[in-house]
């Protein structure tokens, strides 16, 4: 038989699961940023020692990196700068080599973090772009009028262009076709032969 719980732990087990308690302490910029993830009780204490803009600061870096734990806002808190924490008034650090060094990482992740950001939207279009024009080669060398051309003015293209053909028709494993949409008879032609 289990033992009940006190009115006042059900309560708050429910504003918390219904997500409409915030944590005291956090400015609403962050909690808006951190919105949708759990925050562990680590994570909060360690936001709460820090000034707004800080929090701010430590809230892009956690959501950036799809990670709220616990461990990862301590290690934001220890990288902090004294004037930028709100626990110690005479702006006490423990130690200011492993700070530093925390800081440099953050500052890295940062970086890392804005240049995903920044290659992410051309991406896609560079993936499209690049297999409709390997679709576009595959079909050039399989016609023999293009294929004969190409290797009456441009030798060296014909061969790398075949060579880049044979090899995007095999997957990472060995003697393996890979199975696309816009190569209906190579796949048929695999699939006789086994």
């Known amino acids: 038989m289990t033992t ?20 005291a302490g956090i400015c ?13 009780d680590r994570t909060v204490a360690a936001l709460r020692r820090m000034v707004t803009v800080r929090q701010l600061a430590a809230a892009l870096v956690m959501v950036g990196a799809n990670n709220c734990s616990g461990d990862l806002a301590r290690a934001l808190l220890a990288a902090t700068p004294a004037s930028q924490r709100a626990d110690d008034p005479r702006g006490r650090q423990s130690d200011r080599h492993r700070a530093r060094l925390l800081c440099g990482m953050e500052k890295g992740l940062t970086r890392m973090q804005e240049t995903v950001r920044s290659m992410t ?16 080669v595959r079909g050039w060398m399989r ?17 790398t262009l075949s060579r880049l053909v044979s090899a995007s028709e095999t997957a990472t494993a060995p003697k393996r076709r890979m199975k696309l949409p816009y190569a209906p008879a190579t796949q048929a032609a695999y699939r006789k032969r086994r």
Not at 4 to 23: M, N
């Open 4 to 23: 009940a719980r006190p009115a006042r732990f059900v309560a708050r087990a429910v504003e918390t699961s219904a997500g409409l308690a915030d944590p």
């Open 28 to 40: 609403p910029e962050a909690l808006a940023l951190l919105a949708g993830y759990r925050l562990p």
């Open 121 to 136: 939207p051309g991406y896609h279009d560079d993936l499209y772009c690049l297999a409709l024009s390997a679709s576009f």
């Open 143 to 159: 016609d023999g009028v293009v294929t004969a051309w190409l290797q009456s003015c441009a030798p060296g293209a014909a061969a």
